[in-house]
């Protein structure tokens, strides 16, 4: 059992560079989230989809977008990389009717 | 605007001690109180939650205390270990039928437990 699996574990990439985050995961939740964390600022919310087939925004999704693929898969995308965007990346997920998350390993992205 | 504050930001306390991280949400509406455990380079793990109609929650050597009225909580370590040594966030999310699960996580807490 994997649990959550994120895709790559570390990354960089040039300002103006696009590239996709993967989570999957093998636990059958219904919800999956992508957080971003940063020193001094705990880990913040970017997008969330609550069950399959449905996405919102969290607290910082600007310079991203998100595919709920189906139920196991909910990949992050940077259009256009910038600087502000190196950070480490969660994907977590739950299921609707528990209330802990279950978090990936992490992705480090840094931004040149 | 940081709906929870965390501190302090970083914790040394000999093995053996008690270690106290304190965290202040400012939203009545949170009733889910999870405190998650980060090791370097994982991803952080629930260690123990409480919802705030209870005061305290043991569980082994960690406590959660919760005071509804001040809008606050904290974790308390008992005989810390160095096994302990982690990163501790507090966080808050808003419960019910329907709820999104979403979490809003404090700053995050440094500790270190010496030998």
């Known amino acids: 059992n994997a649990g959550v699996t994120q895709t790559p574990k570390f990354q960089v990439l040039k300002t103006g560079q696009s590239m996709t985050l993967q989570c999957a995961q093998d636990?059958?939740?219904?919800?999956m989230y992508w957080y971003r964390q940063d020193p001094g600022m705990g880990l913040r919310l970017i997008y969330y989809?609550?069950?399959?087939?449905?996405?919102d925004k969290g607290e910082v999704p600007n310079g991203y977008n998100v595919s709920r693929l189906n139920k196991r898969e909910f990949s992050l995308r940077l259009e256009s990389a910038a600087p502000s965007q190196t950070s480490v990346y969660f994907c977590?997920?739950?299921?609707?009717?528990?209330?802990?998350?279950?978090f990936g390993q992490g992705t480090r992205l840094t931004v040149v | 605007q940081q709906q929870v504050k965390q501190s302090p930001q970083s914790l040394i306390v000999q093995k053996g001690g008690i270690s106290i991280i304190n965290c202040a949400y400012e939203?009545?509406?949170?009733?889910?109180f999870p405190w998650y455990q980060q090791f370097p380079g994982k991803g952080p793990a629930l260690l123990i939650a409480?919802?705030?109609?209870?005061s305290e929650k043991k569980e082994g050597r960690f406590t959660i205390s919760f005071n509804k009225s001040a809008k606050q909580f904290s974790l308390h370590i008992m005989d810390s270990q160095p096994g302990d040594s982690a990163t501790y966030f507090c966080?808050?999310?808003?419960?019910?039928?329907?709820?999104?699960?979403?979490?809003?996580f404090g700053q995050g807490t440094t500790l270190q437990v010496k030998p």
């Open positions: 409480i919802r705030p109609d209870v």
């Open positions: 939203n009545t509406a949170f009733d889910y």
């Open positions: 977590a997920s739950r299921v609707v009717s528990r209330t802990e998350a279950f």
């Open positions: 966080a808050a999310s808003i419960g019910g039928s329907g709820n999104t699960g979403k979490l809003i």
């Open positions: 989809s609550a069950s399959e087939g449905t996405t």
């Open positions: 636990m059958n939740h219904n919800s």
